[in-house]
Structures are given as structure tokens and as C-alpha cells.
């Protein structure tokens, strides 16, 4: 007989039409008034749904961004993890979440569950601790190709809701996470590593 290992994470990633997998596409910014910005769309029932996020960075958190103390792919995990544990929560039956980002520090800490910044480490270990039964894979998308997730952290929110609408999308707004706050004071003040 062949020796299995009934709970080890599969060697393939399912495919994106799997039940359930679900994707992400998130991006952040720094720059007065900006955020960052995630989206999904799903199917609910016979339902087209599309899932996002549009918080704006407490100005405190936007001036550590912008200075360097909390660094930027350290910002634009805050985004994906913020994202993917309010998708997490709300949706049953997560098993694989594909993360579309174009921050290549944020694919290789999802990817490998290491980076040299504590920051990130910190960030990434969090989402895995709160979802220990879902698998995270994340590819880098070009920021060119990013479009969407960019507009919903900078300036353009009406735009992206207005096109989910005319593609037949009932709009459904997240929050993020209320431990999320003192996540974010906890790595402001490690060190940036390597």
C-alpha cells in the first residue's frame, strides 16, 4: 500500500472554479488620504457579489508609512491580511485563498512564511494563526495590471463600484479585523531587517 498523509496541505493548488478557493486582488498607498484597497468577486447562490475593502490609514499609520518605520510591503500586507481574514471569517467552507499583489516582499512572505522584515513575518503570522485550516498562495501582478485594488486605495472608489455594478455585482463593504490597530502599533516598532 502507498503511505498518505491525510493532513498535509495539498501538493497542487486547486483551481480558481473549485469549491472552495477564492481570490484577492489588494494593493496600498501612502499619500495623504490614501488606504489601502482589496476586492473579490463571488457567487452566492445565483448571486454575482463583489467583496471590498477601502479604509483610509489613520493619519499616525500613513506618516510611519511614509517615513519608513512601518515599511511599504510591511503596508501593503496590512492590506492583504486585513482583506483575506475578513473573507475568511465570512466565508464558509475557505479552504484556498489566491492573493494577487504587486508587492514581490508580500508574495515571497506568503509564499515561503519567511521574509528578512519582522514586520512582515509578524503580519503573515498573524493571518495563518487566525486561519490555521486555509491555505494562502500569493502571484505578483504588475501594478499596471493592479488597476482595480489601486483605485480603491487612492481615489477612484465610484469608478470600481460603478463598473462591479455594471457587471451585475451586488457591492458588499468589509471591515477590517478590530484586532487590527494594535497589529499594526505591535510591528511599527520592530525592526525593518535586512
Known sequence: SVPTTPLAPRVHFPALSEPGVSFQFSDAARERGTGYGAFTFLRVGTELQFW???PRWEESV???LHSNQ???PAGEAIGVIAFADAVARRLRGLTH???FTDSSPVVAAINSNNSGSLQLNALIRW???E???VQFVALHQPG???GASDDLSRHDTPR???AARDAGARLVELSAHAALPALIDAIAVLPQGR
Do not use: C, E, G
Request: glycine share 0%.
Open 62 to 64: 500613513r506618516r510611519q
Open 52 to 54: 471590498y475593502m477601502r
Open 70 to 72: 512601518i515599511s511599504m
Open 131 to 133: 486561519h490555521p485550516f
Open 127 to 129: 493571518l495563518f494563526d
Open 144 to 146: 499596471k495590471r493592479n
Open 160 to 162: 470600481v463600484l460603478q
Open 97 to 99: 485563498v489566491v492573493i
